[in-house]
T-cell receptor, first 114, second 112 residues
């Protein structure tokens, strides 16, 4: 079956512009996670959608970052007024149910802010 | 706050060698530990998931062990091949935070 897909695979933008990154989880997976991987920082958690419960936004680095998940499936991560330090690979993962279950990752979106 | 460390940061071995990658974590209150592999420019591929009640998991040439009380896990790769070259990441799912905390990874190079 299809895995987690993300689009675009690469995004180059200018400082100050807004960007939207998309994640399509595995069909039927109710939990969805966003992570960021930057050089020198490793992989860090951003936000977690857990079925119908309120999302865990504790990892979002600033109020320029937001995410939504419509209809319990596709998710969009939005970064407003991008800064150069936002340059990173943004990874999405899903798991069958919320909680400590195996996570399956997408290929990521490489964001470069000039 | 959970912290995950991986040693070594980089490793180069000749083809055919057996090798061990190490992962340690500071908070032993984990639900599970997951090992991933990441190829350059790619996402993460799940290799093995060990529940906190388990001591080890095996998949083909890979064997992962978990000593929860001492906060350690090892990934053993038998008879390494050039195709094993990648970055290996361990991650723990801690009870107090519903998310994975990742280590910084071990970059493995298997040479011919």
């Amino acid at each position: 079956g299809a895995g987690v897909s993300q689009s675009p695979s690469n995004k180059v933008t200018e400082k100050g512009k807004d960007v939207e990154l998309r994640c399509d989880p595995i069909s039927g997976h109710t939990a969805l996670y966003w992570y960021r991987q930057s050089l020198g920082q490793g992989l860090e958690f951003l936000i977690y959608f857990q079925g119908n419960s309120a999302p865990d936004k504790s990892g979002l680095p600033s109020d320029r970052f937001s995410a939504e998940r419509t209809g319990g499936s596709v998710s969009t991560l939005t970064i407003q007024r991008t800064q150069q330090e936002d340059s990173a690979v943004y990874l999405c993962a899903s798991s069958l149910v919320p909680g400590p279950n195996e996570q399956f990752f997408g290929p990521g979106t490489r964001l470069t802010v000039l | 706050k959970q912290e995950v460390t991986q040693i070594p940061a980089a490793l180069s071995v000749p083809e055919g060698e057996n090798l061990v990658l190490n992962c340690s974590f500071t908070d032993s209150a984990i639900y599970n530990l997951q090992w991933f592999r990441q190829d350059p420019g790619k996402g993460l591929t799940s290799l093995l998931l060990i529940q906190s009640s388990q001591r080890e998991q095996t998949s083909g040439r890979l064997n992962a062990s978990l000593d929860k009380s001492s906060g350690r896990s090892t990934l053993y790769i038998a008879a390494s091949q050039p195709g094993d070259s990648a970055t290996y990441l361990c991650a723990v799912f801690t009870g107090t935070a519903s998310k994975l905390t990742f280590g910084t990874g071990t970059r493995l190079q298997v040479t011919l």
